[in-house]
């Protein structure tokens, strides 16, 4: 799976769109981008994934550029309850096991 | 649809136990992976049953194992339990193996004295 890099932490006023960048410069082509987010205590959610286009559900946006060495989620109106670690993964959509390989994410505060 | 379920949620053991936890995946879901989270080491995979089968394991000691029954519940087992095992122990379930998309449980908080 290729490696991924994002920020340790960002803030974002409620309301406001929260960008959450990462970096996968070693992607193959037939790896997907996936997120998922951390609410503290609780079990990873999945978010949304994507191959080389923009992807958009009641969730979040995902954009990948055109070289697909990186991405963007994009929380449109962020509120409190989307505080959480933020991961991206990149890796084939199946495989012959399902490890996923998680690594430290962005730390999102969303705050009043 | 019910979501992923794991039993017991909170759990204490002392030094040398061993403990066993539950995991009872989305209906129809036919794999389940066990993860182990701390705050040293993050997120860490710990292996993925499948129709019965361990299709892949993660960098753990022998003292980790699980087993997937028929109706595709999971179990995993620690035997002679360390410090060091404190950590939340997650399940999580996708409809096939080798599957990216998965659904996360809450987890058992597992704590060794």
């Known amino acids: 799976d290729a490696k991924t890099t994002q920020p340790t932490s960002m803030d974002c006023a409620e309301g406001r769109a929260a960008n959450l960048p990462c970096n996968h410069s070693t992607i193959s082509g037939n790896e997907y981008v996936y997120w998922y987010r951390q609410i503290h205590s609780q079990g990873p959610q999945y978010i949304i994934h994507?191959?080389?286009n923009n992807e958009t559900n009641e969730m979040a946006s995902l954009i990948i550029t055109e070289d697909r060495k990186s991405s963007t989620l994009i929380l449109p109106h962020a509120t409190l309850r989307d505080t959480a670690v933020y991961y991206c993964i990149v890796r084939a959509i199946t495989g012959t096991a399902s490890k996923l390989t998680f690594g430290t994410g962005t730390r999102l505060q969303v705050t009043l | 649809k019910a979501g992923v379920t794991q039993t017991p949620r909170y759990l204490i053991k002392t030094r040398g136990q061993q403990v066993t936890l539950s995991c009872s995946p989305i209906s129809g879901h036919r794999s389940v992976s066990w993860y182990q989270q701390t705050p040293g080491q993050g997120l860490q995979f710990l292996f993925e049953?499948?129709?019965?089968?361990?299709?892949n394991k993660g960098n753990f000691p022998g003292r980790f194992s699980g087993r997937q029954f028929s109706n595709s519940r999971s179990e995993m087992n620690v035997s002679t339990l360390e410090l060091g095992d404190s950590a939340l122990y997650l399940c999580a379930s996708s409809l096939d193996s080798g599957s990216a998309k998965q659904y996360f449980g809450p987890g058992t908080r597992l704590t060794v004295t």
């Open positions: 994507g191959l080389k």
């Open positions: 049953y499948f129709s019965e089968t361990q299709r």
